[in-house]
């Protein structure tokens, strides 16, 4: 009972009526802990396969609509110069707010599947803060190419969340593994 109560209060209550019950020998925790962590890291790891396969596919659809944006032709923009500056400034802007976030979900080395993922939604986070007012800026003057660019990334973020919710098993029992560890 204790090391359920134990195990309650690392898990925060959050232990789902539909969890199956496995009866281990206390001889035998040891070796069922290393084959759980096994199983665990493979799972992990493909998960993060998954992971970088979104991860290219945002980077090249990013590339190309970055390259557009970064094309727009001012001139027959039919506006105020001085709304034409302002757009423009808030433009280069949000496209190195872009390739900021960019290279900062590139260079995201996985050590682990939680760290991984909370990293990249705090750099989303930090993304979504940022870029927003030089996102409203811009928008004056170039909406539609601006809403590609914003739909690739929320629609990135959506999908990361979704995988992240989709295994939450993997990030309870590892949490779990690593408090019966330690």
């Keep these: 009972m ?3 109560d134990f195990i309650k209060k690392i898990l925060g209550n959050k232990i789902e009526s539909d969890a199956r019950e496995e009866k281990i020998l ?3 925790l040891h070796r069922w802990i290393k084959d759980k962590q096994v199983s665990l890291d493979a799972t992990a790891q ?3 396969a998954v ?3 979104e991860l290219l596919a ?4 990013l590339d190309k ?3 557009l944006l970064a094309t727009v032709d001012f001139e027959k923009i039919k506006a105020d110069e001085r709304a034409k500056f302002i757009v423009k400034t808030n433009l280069n802007s949000y496209i190195g707010f872009v390739n900021r976030l960019q290279q900062d979900i590139s260079d995201l080395v996985f050590t682990d599947l939680d760290t991984y993922t909370t990293r990249m939604e705090k750099y989303f ?3 979504m803060k940022k ?4 996102y409203q800026k811009t928008q004056f003057l170039i909406g539609k190419e601006l809403v590609v660019i914003k739909n690739l990334v929320a629609g990135f973020y959506k999908e990361q969340n979704y995988l992240r919710e989709n295994n939450q098993e993997i990030f309870t029992t590892t949490q779990l593994l690593d408090a019966v560890q330690n």
Excluded: E, I, P, R
């Design 131 to 134: 870029s927003t007012a030089s």
């Design 51 to 53: 992971f970088g396969d």
């Design 2 to 4: 204790v090391l359920f």
């Design 58 to 61: 945002f980077n090249k659809q």
């Design 26 to 28: 206390f001889d035998d």
């Design 46 to 48: 493909n998960l993060h």
């Design 125 to 127: 986070l930090d993304f």
């Design 65 to 67: 609509n970055l390259l």
